[in-house]
């Protein structure tokens, strides 16, 4: 999908009074609450799991598993759970852009009850995906299977929303395949984790980089404003510096926003050429075949042909083909010509051009180039 637009002078207004790059002390529903309406790009939220944790667990050696046992983890019921989820839900669903997103992770405790509310709220989701853990922490009493993977629940504000998808920029980071809905990565550990000064580690759900990466290049574009309400130690704002984004943090724990703010003060901002990832196609200015013909690029009389020149078809001044007795669009003609339902035209019809066949999509790439030189004034 393309990308909603930005540079009108509403969103230049809503940016100036927006506390970019910048992290805000309080609860997250509070202060999204202070937040303009349709300001933000995109969200990515990592709320509590509401993990129920029953007692301390401990590895095979006696030694104590130090796992998430923070207050702001802890709900007195499901109902306090869900309630909870819905109010910081439907804030973000308010400060979202039109053609915003939203990314929301959470494991088997509570992604469920995420999703349902999403749905209720009005969101629209896109993809479930599974980051598959490389390196995950064993079941240690044998109870159950060892719990590999989270969940990230992908969806735009709504059903027609236009939201950003660079998806040829995921397809050319996976050597050219399609990008898949389960993600191999390894957890958050050796270097990259941050400890305290006690050298134990200093948030106990602190997501790798190559995850918020990976969430940021598919769906946001250099520029854009990135809302995290649960920062936590800040890798969404790390990553969202690095990348030439804008981050918006929320949180609550002092601890937390001051190892951020030394995290992201060190992290180098990408400039110019560094920043471009590749475009989805249906992100490109869509050019008619009638443009063609309009600028004088084809002239009308003009014969295409297939690939194999075993077909032929006359431009016509409408930007129209005929053959054999039939007229239609370059798409439609292309079909009629193999008995197909469906063709490309861009692809599929050549022109002779120096005693060779090329196909007609290097004018639309022409027009589009020439669309784009003048966007940039």
Same mark, same amino acid.
């Not at 937390?256 to 050429?273: D, F, M, S, T």
């Given at each position: 999908m393309g990308s909603s637009k930005k540079g009108s002078a509403p969103a230049l207004s809503i940016n100036n009074a927006l506390p970019l790059d910048q992290i805000l002390k309080g609860d997250c529903i509070a202060e999204l609450k202070?937040? *303009?309406? /349709?300001?933000?790009?995109?969200?990515?939220?990592? *709320? *509590?799991?509401?993990?129920?944790?029953?007692?301390? %667990?401990?590895? =095979?050696n006696n030694t104590r598993v130090d796992g998430v046992e923070d207050e702001w983890d802890k709900f007195a019921s499901f109902e306090d759970y869900d309630a909870f989820t819905r109010a910081w839900l439907a804030e973000c669903h308010r400060v979202l852009k039109a053609d915003g997103a939203l990314w929301v992770i959470g494991s088997y405790h509570n992604i469920f009850r995420v999703g349902a509310a999403l749905q209720d709220l009005g969101f629209w989701i896109l993809n479930d995906v599974i980051w598959r853990k490389t390196n995950p922490m064993p079941n240690f009493r044998g109870t159950r299977l060892t719990n590999a993977h989270e969940t990230l629940i992908w969806c735009a504000k709504g059903e027609k929303a236009k939201y950003t998808f660079n998806y040829d920029a995921l397809k050319v980071a996976n050597d050219d395949l399609q990008m898949r809905s389960d993600w191999l990565l390894p957890i958050c550990n050796g270097g990259e984790r941050i400890k305290d000064l006690n050298g134990q580690k200093a948030h106990p759900t602190q997501k790798p980089e190559a995850l918020l990466h990976r969430v940021l290049i598919a769906s946001t574009n250099a520029g854009d404003v990135v809302l995290d309400p649960f920062f936590g130690t800040g890798t969404t704002g790390a990553v969202a510096k690095m990348l030439g984004r804008h981050f918006i943090g929320i949180?609550?724990? %002092?601890?937390? @926003?001051?190892? /951020?703010?030394? $995290? @992201?003060?060190?992290?180098?901002?990408?400039?110019?050429?560094? %920043?471009?990832?590749?475009?989805?196609? $249906? /992100?490109? =200015? $869509?050019? *008619?075949?009638?443009?063609?013909?309009? $600028?004088? %690029?084809?002239?009308p009389g003009a014969k295409l042909v297939s690939p194999n020149e075993k077909f032929a078809a006359r431009v016509r001044a409408d930007g129209s083909l005929s053959a054999d007795g039939e007229t239609g669009s370059i798409h439609k003609i292309a079909a009629h010509v193999q008995g197909l339902q469906a063709c490309n035209g861009w692809t599929y019809w050549h022109m002779q051009r120096k005693k060779e066949l090329v196909p007609i999509d290097m004018l639309r790439q022409k027009l589009r180039a020439e669309m784009s030189d003048g966007g940039r004034g």
């Open positions: 202070k937040l *303009p309406n /349709a300001s933000v790009d995109l969200v990515f939220a990592d *709320p *509590p799991y509401n993990l129920q944790l029953g007692g301390e %667990l401990h590895r =095979p949180e609550r724990e %002092l601890d937390y @926003i001051r190892i /951020a703010r030394h $995290r @992201i003060k060190h992290v180098e901002r990408l400039e110019g050429e560094s %920043l471009e990832v590749m475009k989805s196609k $249906r /992100a490109q =200015p $869509r050019i *008619p075949f009638g443009m063609v013909v309009e $600028r004088g %690029l084809i002239k």
